[in-house]
């Protein structure tokens, strides 16, 4: 069993309230193979939501209002993570670029496009406790 951000699975859970499907993460979602969360909804962000990218300077997550949801994101982050303990996850399949689920490489902040080498707060929990996370 692995875990996949439920955007790409199809689940209308995005901030702009759409999904970012991926045929074979919804299939594998079908068959039982993954279990979909969306952190960000987890944590009591609704959808849809404002953008929120992580000010790489302050490491907070800031919404495009320039209110600080950090303790939101932190809370799903939490919630997945009690998931993954749950059905004893060792891989995760995360929506990249995300400032919960992204792997690698993130939004730097700004709200113009520019992407900062780093993990959304999800992406980074869930590896320090030792579950291989890839982002697509």
């Known amino acids: 069993m692995i875990l996949v951000s439920a955007c790409l699975a199809g689940v209308d859970c995005a901030w702009d309230g759409k999904n970012r499907l991926d045929p074979k993460i919804k299939e594998m979602v079908d068959k ?4 979909a969360v969306c952190p ?14 992580i000010r790489v ?8 209002n320039g209110v600080d949801v950090t303790a939101e994101l932190l ?3 939490e919630k997945t993570l009690e998931i993954a303990k749950k059905y004893n996850i060792k891989e995760a399949i995360l929506k990249s670029k995300s400032p ?8 730097d902040g700004s709200f ?3 992407l900062a080498d780093g993990d959304g707060i999800t992406a980074a929990l869930l590896k320090r406790e030792g579950i291989l996370c890839r982002g697509i």
Do not use: H, M, N, Q
Request: glycine share 18%.
């Open 100 to 107: 919960s689920c992204g792997v690698g490489k993130i939004y």
């Open 57 to 64: 300077s302050t490491a907070k997550v800031i919404d495009e």
């Open 32 to 35: 039982k193979e993954a279990i």
């Open 75 to 77: 809370k799903g982050a």
């Open 40 to 53: 960000e909804v987890l944590g009591g962000r609704g959808i849809p939501r404002t953008k929120t990218e």
């Open 112 to 114: 113009k496009g520019k």
